[in-house]
């Protein structure tokens, strides 16, 4: 087909890419008849695929742990790889009609005068990477593991004004893995190089920019990721941006809807892979792409993402503020806002509890089955490692009425915690969850879905998906080209029969059970309070 032009006959496919932090994905959708079905997926792994990087899990690695970066250029070539792979797949690739992406949040990338014209004139006999060395002003991007600029969001939070006025303004209280806190770092560390920065991106700018050839914007769901963005107008703040580091407005790129097509793919991409001229759909982050690989597109629903950490996300139709600063407000790509909490004892505790009490899964699941919902009374706060929520920095695990040494009660108990913190903690959403859907490793236990359950006093689904935020990614595709051409579909129909939970799957909460909860949620609460209070 010549370059250029779009002859799309058969139903179009739709890709969808997800940029994670140990590798790329891609994913292709078949729409035909109205109906969205995977017909091809291929992932790059950055430590075995590209070990020329040096990376492990996908980042560098570095003497002080608090330090997270990762080289770009690797990202650079695993989307030339990635494209290639559906290149040489056989699936007829002059149907792809558009393509959008989601990127790991937070993680910068630095560039300088030469990335426009570079991106410009990107020649399709040569590899993307070897065209893109000279581009950055910076060689490494710090992505969303990078704790070390404790420092900074001091001075962020002590410029306007406190923690609570930036979590009511941008969504979140300054956090170190958020963008504002880590340029401020870049800039103290090294002025001469931010002064030859011309564009800062984000991980979904950057990857977005170079399908299309051209500086390419955010979307407010990675842009509220950045403590810049104020929340209410989805624009820079200019309080934010002055408190991060000077000059920032002029290297940030315009904030843009999510369903927002922001250009067609490059020639180069159209020469070297024989691909159209396909829409290129604004980027997200990964966990607003998750929200709609996992169906959840109207308030009422979260998810629960049962693994290293435990995550409870979900849309809001209204934008509320976690008061107690601990969740976060991000953009959701519905245009919506969507709450996310983030609690860092997840699998690693279960394990734990698990480990002590040498059971296995199959024996953890029966020690569950044969105590009593609500314990006895017996609680537990399980912090083997620093707590995000509540905020706990020096790990302690704690009993109340408990004997360590009693195995199937303290399975229950590690399990009850972990579902009661994450009902007591998404309270600030403001949220009436009347379902939930479950992901993660963990999701698989139904017992253990049957105590989130009774403690949310919800319906829990398990969630078919393997990568949830490759699958948004593509179906944002499908619904940002329907809504270019004039034809708006649905979001609950984008994700029927594709991104929905198994209905023969759900656990029905049981009342006697959610009473016994009720009461124990506000012990649990109060003997919280006391721990995080006296830790
Ligand atoms: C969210 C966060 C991570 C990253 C990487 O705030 O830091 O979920 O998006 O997946």
Request: glycine share 10%.
């Amino acid at each position: 087909m010549k370059p250029g032009s779009r002859q799309v006959t058969a139903p179009p496919l739709y890709l969808g890419l997800d940029a994670s932090t140990q590798g790329l994905t891609l994913q292709a959708l078949d729409v035909e008849g109205g109906a969205a079905r995977l017909v091809f997926e291929h992932t790059i792994s950055f430590d075995r695929d590209l070990p020329q990087y040096g990376t492990r899990h996908g980042v560098l690695p570095n003497g002080d742990a608090r330090v997270v970066v990762a080289p770009p250029l690797m990202w650079v070539e695993a989307l030339d790889r990635a494209l290639a792979a559906l290149a040489s797949s056989g699936l007829d690739r002059t149907r792809v009609g558009a393509i959008a992406g989601s990127a790991q949040q937070h993680g910068s990338v630095y560039l300088n005068a030469a990335v426009e014209p570079t991106l410009a004139a990107l020649d399709p006999r040569r590899p993307l990477v070897d065209q893109l060395a000279g581009v950055f002003s910076r060689a490494v991007a710090p992505v969303w593991l990078d704790a070390s600029t404790s420092v900074e969001c001091a001075e962020i939070a002590s410029a306007m004004g406190g923690d609570l006025i930036v979590a009511r303004l941008t969504g979140s209280r300054p956090f170190e893995r958020f963008t504002a806190a880590q340029i401020r770092r870049f800039w103290k560390a090294d002025p001469e190089a931010y002064a030859r920065t011309t564009r800062i991106d984000l991980v979904s700018s950057f990857l977005a920019s170079l399908l299309a050839g051209r500086g390419a914007p955010v979307d407010p769901g990675d842009a509220s990721g950045t403590n810049l963005m104020e929340l209410s107008s989805r624009r820079w703040s200019a309080a934010a941006l002055a408190a991060a580091a000077p000059d920032l407005d002029a290297k940030l790129p315009p904030i843009v809807p999510s369903s927002t097509v922001v250009g067609t793919l490059a020639p180069y991409w159209q020469r070297r892979y024989g691909l159209p001229a396909a829409d290129v759909v604004a980027w997200s982050g990964d966990n607003p792409c998750s929200l709609i690989g996992i169906g959840l597109v109207e308030e009422g629903r979260v998810g629960i993402s049962l693994g290293t950490s435990d995550t409870l996300f979900g849309p809001m139709q209204t934008p509320r503020v976690d008061e107690t600063m601990t969740g976060h407000v991000f953009g959701a790509p519905t245009g919506d806002d969507m709450g996310i909490t983030v609690f860092s004892n997840g699998s690693l505790a279960r394990e734990r509890v698990r480990d002590a009490c040498g059971f296995d899964w199959p024996a953890f699941s029966d020690a569950l089955r044969r105590t009593p919902p609500g314990n006895g009374g017996a609680l537990m706060l399980p912090w083997f490692v620093p707590e995000i929520t509540p905020r706990v920095t020096a790990p302690a695990v704690h009993r109340l009425g408990l004997d360590p040494a009693d195995g199937p009660r303290n399975a229950r108990a590690v399990v009850e915690a972990q579902m009661m913190s994450m009902a007591n903690h998404s309270r600030w959403m403001g949220v009436t969850i009347a379902a939930i859907h479950a992901t993660g490793g963990a999701a698989a236990n139904r017992e253990i879905l049957r105590i989130m359950a009774d403690v949310f006093g919800a319906d829990v689904y398990q969630v078919p998906v393997g990568n949830s935020a490759c699958l948004g990614a593509a179906l944002r595709a499908w619904h940002a080209d329907a809504r270019a051409s004039g034809r708006e579909i649905a979001w609950t129909d984008i994700v029927r029969g594709i991104a929905e939970p198994i209905a023969a799957s759900r656990i029905r909460p049981v009342a006697a059970n959610v009473r016994v909860y009720a009461a124990l949620r506000e012990r649990y609460a109060r003997f919280e309070q006391t721990r995080v209070k006296s830790g």
